[in-house]
């Protein structure tokens, strides 16, 4: 009899043994259901992005093309200001709203001339001034659109450009022109101790 009673608490504690089994392997194929829909949401929602993103660079690229023709672009709505951007030797075209923050300027700006730089708005008398705010910029729209201009020109100054003026401020150095200065004052540092 006690043989009979063994064996029975062996096979219950078989049987225990296998059901904790069998529930841990049913948490297991939850947990691991739970992880392949998360990767699926996850995955479908990487698309959407990239999908997303593609049509965005691709709507840059649209714009950058354009640009690159260096013509103005078509008369869509008379109520866009057509600004000519210049950077030293490259002029583009862009076309703005007359009501544009200097901010949204900025990123416009920013989208053609991937630089830091300085914007200035060249008035009737071709004086350069500096644009700083959305002020600033009002009154160069206000002023683009009293004298009937064609274009808005704005001159962009690479930051950090220096330039020599009445007053003796320091010019802007070019490539060759630290040459010619150490040949003017007699070579390099070295020369100095001889």
Not at 11 to 26: P, T, V, W
Request: hydrophobic content about 35%; aromatic content about 8%; proline content about 2%.
């Amino acid at each position: 009899r006690l043989h009979i009673l063994s064996d029975f608490e062996s096979e219950r504690k078989q049987r225990e043994h296998l059901i904790k089994q069998l529930e841990a392997e049913q948490k297991l194929r939850q947990s691991l259901q739970k992880a392949v829909s998360t990767k699926e949401e996850l995955r479908l929602k990487a698309e959407e992005e990239i999908e997303r993103l593609n049509q965005d660079i691709q709507e840059m690229m649209d714009e950058i093309d354009r640009l690159k023709t260096f013509e103005p672009p078509e008369k869509m709505d008379e109520n866009r200001v057509a600004v000519k951007l210049f950077l030293e030797e490259d002029i583009r075209f862009l076309e703005l709203d007359p009501d544009v923050s200097y901010e949204e300027l900025i990123i416009a700006v920013g989208k053609v001339f991937i630089e830091t730089y300085v914007i200035k708005f060249e008035d009737e008398d071709k004086h350069h001034i500096t644009l700083k705010t959305s002020e600033d910029l009002k009154i160069a729209v206000r002023q683009y659109e009293k004298n009937e201009s064609q274009y808005l020109k704005l001159i962009l100054e690479k930051a950090g450009a220096k330039k020599t003026t009445m007053f003796g401020f320091k010019k802007k150095k070019r490539i060759g022109d630290e040459d010619n200065e150490q040949k003017k004052s007699g070579g390099s540092m070295f020369s100095m101790f001889r």
